[in-house]
């Protein structure tokens, strides 16, 4: 059964680089990884999403090992508006959509 | 402005009273899902379309009805709610299954 795993909850403090990991032992070659941000009573909103070794854009990276098994979303720097949940999503077969229950995230001052 | 809406945000009912939760995206999507979020254990696909007239079952299909009769929309029914389905509804949208998807803002649904 494909499952999309992740830590319930982290602390960090602002100005510090936030590291978050995701487990997919079945992701497939073909199978992406995406990463949303959600704030309370609003929707997911994208992050970054990638295949394989690492993509970077303006707010994050995304670090995928060789396996493909794990992936870690790396948040730079972050501060307090960066408090959220994140969700790490495996589209398994294309349209199988498995969300992790996600990574509260807690930045204080 | 692009963007996926739903209605009604807020819903009470009662068990058992047919329901419908309307979607519509403005974007020419193609690919459409409804989720369920629930605490600890993150966003469940229901049902997903990948065009018109073409829908399938997602990962908690059992409860809920689909149509994708128009490109834009993507309503999800409840014909006889039940309490479990209490819960917090997300539709999301965009261009294939592989893309980044949109999401709505969320409809919040209590059945007595």
């Known amino acids: 059964l494909a499952k999309t795993t992740q830590p319930i909850s982290m602390d960090s403090y602002e100005g510090q680089e936030v590291n978050i990991t995701c487990s997919h032992n079945?992701?497939?070659?073909?199978?992406?990884i995406t990463w949303y941000q959600q704030f309370p009573s609003q929707g997911p909103r994208f992050i970054i999403q990638g295949y394989k070794t690492k993509v970077t854009n303006e707010v994050a990276s995304l670090f995928i090992p060789a396996d493909r098994k794990s992936s870690t979303l790396s948040l730079p720097r972050v501060s307090l508006s960066d408090t959220a949940v994140y969700y790490c999503?495996?589209?398994?077969?294309?349209?199988?959509?498995?969300f992790g229950a996600g990574t509260r995230l807690t930045v204080k001052p | 402005e692009a963007q996926v809406t739903q209605n009604p945000r807020y819903l009470i009912t009662v068990t058992g009273k047919k329901l419908t939760v309307t979607c519509s995206q403005n974007?020419?999507?193609?690919?459409m899902s409804w989720y369920r979020q629930d605490p600890g254990l993150g966003l469940r696909q229901i049902y997903y379309s990948m065009n018109v007239e073409v829908t399938d079952k997602g990962d908690v299909p059992e409860g809920y009805k689909v149509s994708r009769k128009e490109k834009r929309n993507f309503p999800l029914i409840l014909e006889s709610p039940s309490p479990n389905q209490t819960s917090l509804y997300f539709c999301?949208?965009?261009?294939?299954?592989?893309?980044?998807?949109?999401f709505g803002p969320g409809t919040r649904l209590l059945v007595l």
């Open positions: 999301a949208s965009s261009l294939s299954s592989r893309q980044t998807q949109y």
């Open positions: 999503l495996v589209a398994y077969n294309n349209n199988d959509m498995r």
């Open positions: 974007m020419n999507h193609e690919y």
């Open positions: 079945n992701i497939a070659t073909n199978d992406y």
